[in-house]
């Protein structure tokens, strides 16, 4: 068995250090906080959003969508539409072409282009309420409304299924009549709801119970949940007489946006051009298209650019929430505190199509545990609810709250404080997943170690009906493919342009990466999001991978810079290139001495400009732990949950900005705190959903919430010169769990069911 | 030897060895020495000419989905479900 | 949003007038916190939209100790709580209007518009019966006074007939002795809809120490606002003790009728009736302890 560490230079790093990249070097930009380099169009409302996008002669578009949970479409009569005046055309799935039964792995997960092309207009049967089953496209937005309700559509409903413990029954309504269980080579023989079932095993589990003093097993459900983006799916399609097709969107990956339209529409890819524009929020549901092909094909037909823009309703009940579970975990461990078994059976629902995210929920459940002896089993179950899309570290939320559930009832069975005997089961560099790998340096001792030196920890928590809980979370953050260009400018400064989408600060931690490596200040970078005929391929901005991807990326372009420098340094000083040094972004030979700025200036008017240029696809996780402390009081008479303290730990490698560290480590505690308490599908008995608005579907406003603390621990990643981890996903994965226990030290009671809503913890409150 | 780790349910290809051993100097030899001890396998992790599109692979902890990814002598390789992130 | 009409009339004839003519094509515009947000859904249509905020009757108001307040139908609710005298006479409306929507919410919707959504979970419509507010109307058929506890007949329905309009509101004169307080129970903090809501009155003897009278009004129980009448019988007389109120509010819970969905069970809605009773006769009586008019 190879525990071996990989070393620390990166695939495709060449063989120049950067200016500081040595551990014990003292960095100038990596680690300070300045302003980010978008700031003041963002907060003086300049920032350019798809919505703020108006073309000459733009149309509007509306698409109809199903009122049934499931139904099929027997008719649908565009007639009385399309004679209104101001109708500029209408479409139905017939107008895409037929999609192709294609899997294709587009870097986060895989695509199905024929169950995305009928995600985005339903072809036969409407699959969810809300499922677009027409649209149209006038004049204006009042006129499209009007006309998609001229549109006559006859369904036959059917009967629907929502809860996934129902629909793998073996009497549910079918969603798909074709759809049989994938299982790494055993084909279920009829079909079923069950797409997948992900089995993993490590060494002997009954060997494992055997040696158990205490075991402990408990099952747990939860509901679907919203990523909850501030700004709804707004996109504007522009296809040319010239055949060339241009989209403006607000998404995580332009460069997927642009191979899901080729895909769809079946055109070349070079004849998509995607424009981003800025974001309000994704979290992982702004990857797969929604209203783009149909905008691109209302386009076509009209002539004219066509926007859609989403309303709430159709965000909450079209769009990707993740999912509703079932999951029975079970541990086992010696009256000594060492986990010795652990067996879990996890049934995700997909949503309408195939391929949720079992996989990384199975993956995830045991990850943070050092156990010898494990079995997983995992079901992808498709149900009458919105194709389920990523959702900040998809899958493993759901498995911390079950898992971290199960740790802690069975760490007091033991009579062990429960961080201490998470301490004692951590993984470490060399354990195990129950999925097979070993993992490199991580750090989940040195992040519990600082919960249990925090002053938080190790503060009282006095009163009635009050507790304190800790749990932890990991996810493996992606790597992928990304690329940077960067020119110096005459005055020294250097246009950096990258492909990644900026969501949570990222133009500002690419750029300090760069900054760092030229030996320049932060302001002198100035980055910028390009277009996807602008730039290389660049992966989406998910798998909290672009401040490690992309930042490596802007490092090596860096040192591409650095090494064009030298080399016209040397022609400057007529000495030979391996006589100049570079340190701290000062060029140096015998006496002479040019910083970075001085050299650019000099060289502007002599020679080649220079541009440095890099693509990487570093092929490794980050690997993210972080832990989670909270302190509540629950009223004795509602259930309701108060927060009084929140501090969230974690493991970021190295924080390159680290108040947009803080920000994430925030943002998805937040995140978790309304999952944990408040967030869910509340659907009716004929499946359709009755909170579809921000309303009734209660995130956690500011009141809500005290102020989070953050702690960052830095164990470097051995993977990046500047030993970045990702950062954004993982945060969002132990809340739940950690208010779970909170909420047992305060009342007594176990909640095995998210939320954990006022009336469902008052429930728990009168049966116990 | 490069260790393979055979995914649970694969393991009725293998004779219910949870790990086979092989000699190979890249992933695409180590499959087809995969093959050859256990006839069908490769059609379970691969389609066409590359890994199926639903899998990643982890060799010595990097996740890749290319054939020719590089081995040494004592590697470790597992098959994994393909992931996503938010 | 499909299009429609826009009318501003400054005198409240005119307004009948076009009201009447149109009919049913016609909606009221107030704040237009509710109606806009239900046209931009679909939820309402209406061809004819007249805004009633520049017609003098309805944008003002008057208080005095002695004769009570007179509310205009379209009076923003932030004119409320602001108002210190208004505020402390009647203390369960300030309450109400403090936490209907946030602040720009607040800055535009009003007392009247919220009465005559006539929403079950309406926040002000509890405060104003527990307060005895009687509803002003004009319409063509002349002006004619309903109090505000018979004005809901189901969700989103009330006495209004067609071309009649509310103008104002008016509030008895709050006496030495008297307290009021609103609640709601809502899942989060802020800028959410009542699970249950409870509006109680009281007015304290001259000793101060027995409930002389008492009125509670319970939202988001039924298919309109509840007066919790036996129970308000119940403490007459008696001592506001911690017994008492505790019975008050269990005998409040046999008015609750309340049904469940996505921001309740009914059985805790049931239960909440109790707690928010209790909690609210006792914030009045600690307000009514204190109270000069």
Redesign the interface.
């Known amino acids: 068995?190879?525990t071996?560490v990989?070393s620390r230079s990166t695939?495709d790093a060449s063989d120049l250090s950067p200016s500081s990249a040595a551990e014990t070097k003292k960095y100038k930009v990596i680690g300070t906080r300045p302003i980010r380099h978008d700031g003041a169009d963002k907060v003086t409302g300049k920032a350019r959003y798809t919505s703020d996008v108006l073309l000459p002669n733009m149309a509007y578009g509306a698409l109809v969508r199903s009122p049934y949970a499931h139904a099929r479409i027997v008719s649908i009569d565009t007639s009385e539409a399309e004679a209104m005046p101001g109708v500029l055309a209408t479409m139905t799935s017939a107008d895409l072409p037929d999609p192709w039964d294609k899997?294709?792995?587009l870097g986060?997960?895989?695509i199905n282009y024929a169950h995305l092309s009928g995600n985005v207009l339903a072809r036969g049967k409407a699959l969810y309420k809300g499922h677009a089953v027409a649209a149209v496209c006038a004049t204006n937005a009042?006129l499209a409304?009007?006309a998609a309700?001229k549109i006559k559509v006859e369904y036959e409903p059917l009967p629907a299924v929502t809860w996934v413990l129902d629909a793998m029954k073996e009497d549910a309504p079918l969603l798909h009549d074709n759809l049989v269980t994938?299982?790494?080579?055993?084909e279920s023989a009829r079909p079923s709801n069950i797409g997948a079932?992900?089995?993993?095993?490590q060494g002997d589990l009954e060997a494992g119970w055997a040696a158990a003093d205490v075991i402990v097993e408990r099952e747990f459900k939860t509901s679907s949940i919203h990523?909850g983006y501030i700004e709804p799916h707004v996109s504007i399609a522009m296809w040319n007489e010239d055949g060339r097709l241009k989209i403006w969107t607000g998404t995580q990956g332009s460069f997927v946006v642009r191979q899901q339209m080729a895909e769809l529409l079946k055109i070349p890819v070079s004849q998509v051009l995607v424009i981003p524009c800025e974001i309000g929020g994704?979290?992982?549901?702004k990857?797969a298209v929604y209203e783009q092909p149909v905008a691109a094909v209302l386009s076509r037909k009209c002539g004219r650019p066509v926007k859609i823009a989403m309303?709430r309703?159709e965000v909450f009940e079209a769009t990707g929430p993740t999912p509703g579970s079932y999951m029975r975990v079970k541990l086992g461990a010696t009256k000594d505190g060492k986990l010795t078994a652990g067996e879990a059976w996890l049934a995700y629902d997909a949503g309408a199509f195939p391929g949720g995210?079992i996989?990384?929920g199975?993956?995830c459940v045991f990850s943070c545990y050092d156990i010898p002896n494990a079995v997983v089993d995992g079901y992808d179950v498709v149900a009458n609810k919105p194709k389920v899309q990523?959702?900040?570290?998809?899958?493993s939320t759901h498995a911390a709250f079950a898992c971290e559930s199960v740790i802690d009832e069975l760490a007091l069975e033991l009579k062990i404080d429960p961080l201490d005997f998470r301490l004692k089961n951590a993984v470490q560099e060399g354990s195990r997943r129950v999925?097979?790998?070993?993992?490199?340096r991580i750090g989940l001792i040195e992040t519990l170690e600082a919960v249990r030196d925090s002053q938080h920890w190790n503060s009282p928590l006095e009163g009635p009906n009050r507790g304190r809980g800790i749990a932890c979370g990991f996810?493996?953050?992606?790597?992928l493919q990304s690329s940077v260009t960067a020119a110096v400018n005459p005055d020294g400064t250097v246009s950096m342009s990258e492909g990644s989408t900026d969501i949570g600060g990222t133009r500002a931690s690419i750029a300090m990466q760069l900054a760092e490596t030229l030996g320049i200040a932060a302001t002198d970078v100035q980055p910028q999001v390009v277009d996807t005929d602008s730039i290389g391929y660049t992966d989406v901005t998910?798998?909290?991978?672009v401040t490690f991807a992309t930042g490596l990326a802007a490092y090596q372009a860096g040192l591409d810079i650095q090494k064009q420098m030298v080399r016209r340094a040397a022609e400057l000083w007529e000495c030979d290139v391996d006589q100049v040094t570079v340190e701290d972004g000062v060029y140096r030979y015998g006496d002479a001495a040019l910083s970075f700025k001085e050299l650019a200036v000099k060289l502007n008017n002599a020679g080649d400009p220079i541009v440095g240029r890099a693509s990487v696809s570093p092929?490794?996780?980050t690997n993210a732990f972080g832990a989670h402390i909270v302190d509540v009081e629950v009223d004795p008479?509602?259930g309701?949950v108060t927060i009084l303290r929140y501090t969230a730990v974690q493991d970021a490698g190295k924080a390159i900005h680290p108040s947009y560290v803080e920000g994430q480590m925030q943002g998805g505690a937040a995140q978790g705190i309304g999952w944990a308490?408040?967030e869910e599908y509340?659907y009716d008995d004929e499946g359709v959903m009755?909170?579809a608005s921000f309303?009734?579907y209660?995130i956690?406003?500011a009141?809500?919430l005290p102020m989070i603390e953050t702690i960052i621990v830095e164990v470097p990643n051995p993977d990046h010169p500047y030993g970045v981890r990702g950062v954004?996903?993982v945060p969002i994965v132990p809340p739940p769990a950690a208010l779970a226990i909170a909420i047992h030290r305060a009342t007594g009671c176990r909640m095995h069911e998210l939320p954990m809503?006022?009336?469902h913890v008052?429930?728990a409150m009168q049966d116990r | 030897m490069v260790q393979i780790f055979i995914p649970a349910p694969l393991r009725r290809l293998t004779a219910g060895q949870a790990q086979v051993a092989v000699v190979a100097t890249t992933l695409r030899e180590a499959i087809e020495a995969l093959e050859q001890q256990c006839p069908g396998i490769r059609g379970e992790l691969c389609e066409n000419d590359g890994l199926a599109p639903t899998l990643q692979v982890a060799v010595d902890n990097r996740m890749t989905r290319r054939m020719s990814t590089p081995l040494k002598a004592d590697s470790e390789i597992h098959f994994l479900p393909a992931i996503g992130g938010g | 949003m499909i299009e429609f009409e826009y009318a501003a009339p400054t005198d409240l004839d005119e307004a009948i007038g076009l009201f009447a003519q149109a009919g049913d094509r016609a909606t009221l515009l107030a704040g237009g916190t509710d109606i806009i947000v239900q046209l931009r859904e679909g939820l309402r249509r209406a061809d004819l939209v007249i805004d009633v905020k520049k017609i003098p009757e309805l944008s003002q108001f008057e208080y005095a100790p002695e004769t009570g307040l007179r509310l205009g139908a379209s009076v923003p609710c932030w004119q409320i709580y602001e108002n210190e005298s208004i505020a402390a006479a009647y203390p369960a409306l300030a309450d109400a209007v403090r936490i209907i929507g946030g602040w720009q919410i607040q800055s535009r919707a009003s007392v009247g518009g919220n009465l005559c959504n006539a929403s079950p979970a309406a926040d002000s419509i509890p405060a104003l019966i527990a307060l005895g507010a009687v509803a002003h109307l004009a319409g063509p058929g002349g002006r004619r006074a309903v109090p505000v506890a018979e004005f809901c007949t189901g969700p989103g329905k009330n006495v209004l007939q067609s071309g009649e309009l509310l103008v104002a509101l008016t509030l008895p004169p709050a006496h030495a002795g008297s307290g009021s307080a609103y609640q709601r129970f809502i899942p989060r903090n802020e800028m959410d809809i009542a699970v249950v809501g409870a509006g109680s009155w009281v007015q304290l003897d001259e000793s101060r120490q027995r409930i002389a009278a008492a009125r509670i009004a319970l939202a988001a129980v039924g298919p309109t606002p509840r007066q919790a009448v036996q129970a308000a019988e119940f403490l007459c007389g008696k001592e506001p003790t911690e017994e008492n109120l505790h019975e008050a509010g269990e005998l409040a819970k046999q008015v609750a009728t309340p049904i469940s969905d996505m921001r309740g069970p009914a059985e805790y809605r049931t239960h909440l009736v109790g707690v928010l009773t209790r909690r609210t006769l006792a914030a009045a009586v600690e307000r009514a302890g204190t109270f000069q008019p």
């Open positions: 068995m190879s071996e990989p695939p899997v294709e792995n986060e997960g895989c009042h409304e009007e309700a994938q299982a790494l080579g055993e079932h992900i089995h993993f095993e990523q994704g979290f992982g549901g990857i309303r309703d995210v996989g990384p199975c993956m990523a959702y900040r570290a998809p899958g999925d097979g790998p070993v993992y490199p996810w493996f953050n992606a790597g998910g798998g909290s991978r092929q490794v996780s008479e509602t309701k308490l408040n509340f009755r909170n309303l009734d209660r956690p406003t009141f809500d954004g996903e809503s006022p009336p008052w429930r």
